[in-house]
């Protein structure tokens, strides 16, 4: 059972449903969602809740090694949803399938950290997208008790964004370089991931640099190591993606 249609259910989705057929291709639009945030989800969301994603990339996965790709252009939301498509590409990336990403617009808050969880040398963007960070929010209500407990469960998810973003981006270096403007000629050995310091420096620059509400240029993501290459007008990356294979049913 494959989780896409046969036909383009839309002027919209339709060719993006052929791209998952044919290309491997599976798109994060929107927001982030689970099916258990059932009272932000609308009927325009339902095709991108974090389920759906997760399972059309575990299928694809099993089905061949060949490059999966997603298709960036999303808010934010979630960050339990988010965490659980990230699970599925770390699944991937372990059985050898490369999990290509392409900012196409805008990866913010959630979004940048999938983001990040690209295989590296594969992840993308288009010159005039942006890449957004911050630290999160989550209301919490209940007795103090159940405040509590909530607050250790939301510091636990946090930290799992604040490791992927320490150590498969090059986000403390970019910190230090060009928000603190205090690199040294020592600074790069302080920060080896290697060393149990290096590794408590990088986590403590993460969730320093996210303290702030913090929009990257693709330059500057580039720069930060969030994104490993720009597709500049004309690449030819770009025609690979969405070009579809000849004889295809449904083809464009």
Not at 72 to 83: D, K, P, T
Not at 130 to 149: D, K, M, N, W, Y
Not at 212 to 241: C, F, H, M, N, R
């Amino acid at each position: 059972m494959q989780p896409w249609s046969k036909e383009p259910t839309g002027p919209i989705v339709g060719p993006f449903v052929l791209l998952n057929r044919d290309k491997r291709t599976l798109t994060l639009f929107g927001s982030i969602h689970a099916s258990t945030d059932i009272g932000m989800i609308t009927s325009e969301s339902i095709p991108f809740l974090a389920e759906n994603v997760t399972a059309s990339l575990l299928i694809l996965g099993s089905e061949s090694k060949e490059p999966i790709t997603l298709l960036i252009n999303n808010a934010g939301g979630s960050v339990q949803a988010g965490i659980t498509i990230i699970q599925a590409i770390e699944h991937l990336k372990a059985n050898g399938v490369p999990v290509r990403m392409v900012v196409m617009g805008t990866a913010a808050s959630m979004a940048s950290v999938i983001l990040a969880t690209g295989s590296i040398g594969h992840r993308y963007s288009f010159p005039r997208a942006l890449v957004h960070f911050h630290s999160g929010h989550q209301q919490i209500a209940g007795t103090p008790e159940e405040v509590e407990r909530a607050e250790k469960f939301a510091k636990r998810l946090h930290g799992q964004m604040h490791e992927i973003l320490a150590f498969e981006t090059k986000l403390p270096e970019y910190f230090l370089k060009r928000v603190r403007d205090e690199w040294e000629e020592n600074s790069a050995a302080a920060l080896d991931p290697s060393t149990e310091k290096g590794r408590e420096k990088r986590l403590k620059f993460v969730k320093e640099f996210l303290g702030a509400e913090t929009y990257l240029s693709a330059e500057q993501a580039l720069e930060a190591g969030v994104i490993d290459k720009i597709l500049v007008p004309g690449d030819p990356l770009v025609d690979e993606i969405f070009r579809l294979k000849s004889g295809k049913e449904g083809g464009l």
